[in-house]
């Protein structure tokens, strides 16, 4: 059975308890940071399953740096990761051995996700994001974790690339046009494709 399917109406609205991440955590934007949304976005999703309801500045600052070393170890580079790269790791380095990349072909797809209880992170364009706490516009690439929706169809993220990332809200259309794979930089002719970790 598909562990993503889901019986019967979606619900209404559904908002997940997951904690927030900042790639940046103490507003240091140099490297690796400016590259760290992915691994922050994973951070995040593990958590939530672990039952985390924050992680303190220093501490998400240690599993940032430590997830960059993991991955130029074990991928040979740490920026830009695809959603299967980004799958990778986190089976690798938190040891999830079931982590899901698949295609999006419309918003059901990531609210069954969310109606089943698991996070979603969603690779995009970050300057399709349109988001207007981004420097120069937003990043080429960006990944951002769906924790929840609203009646209006509208998405509730945790948004790494920004302090004011918690609960940020974004348009269904602004966030549908803007979900891409890395896709060897083209992000905007990249699949629609989001990363589901499923609890052990």
């Known amino acids: 059975t598909d562990p993503l399917a889901w019986k019967g109406p979606l619900p209404r609205s559904m908002n997940l308890a997951v904690p927030f991440v900042l790639q940046a955590p103490k507003q240091n934007w140099a490297m690796p ?3 760290a949304c992915e691994e922050a976005s994973a951070i995040m999703v593990d958590g939530y399953y672990r039952g985390r309801r924050r992680f303190p ?30 799958a ?8 999830w051995k079931n982590v899901l990349v698949r295609e999006v072909r419309g918003a059901d797809d990531i609210k069954r996700a969310l109606a089943n209880g698991y996070p979603v992170i969603l690779p995009a364009s970050g300057k399709a994001l349109k988001n207007p706490n981004f420097r120069n516009g937003g990043p080429k690439y960006h990944m951002v974790v769906v924790k929840g929706y609203l009646p209006d169809g509208r998405w509730i993220t945790n948004d790494p690339g920004t ?3 918690a609960d940020y809200v974004y348009a269904n259309t602004i966030l549908m046009n803007a979900a891409h794979d890395w896709n060897k930089g083209d992000v905007l002719r990249g699949k629609r494709v989001m990363i589901v970790a499923l609890p052990e």
Not at 62 to 71: A, G, K, Q, Y
Not at 88 to 95: K, M, T, V
């Open 33 to 35: 940071y400016q590259e």
């Open 57 to 86: 500045i220093e501490e998400q600052d240690r599993l940032i740096l430590s997830l960059v070393d993991f991955e130029k170890k074990t991928l040979g580079f740490y920026e830009d990761t695809t959603a299967t790269d980004t």
């Open 88 to 95: 990778r790791f986190i089976r690798g380095y938190f040891g």
């Open 163 to 165: 302090r004011h990332g």
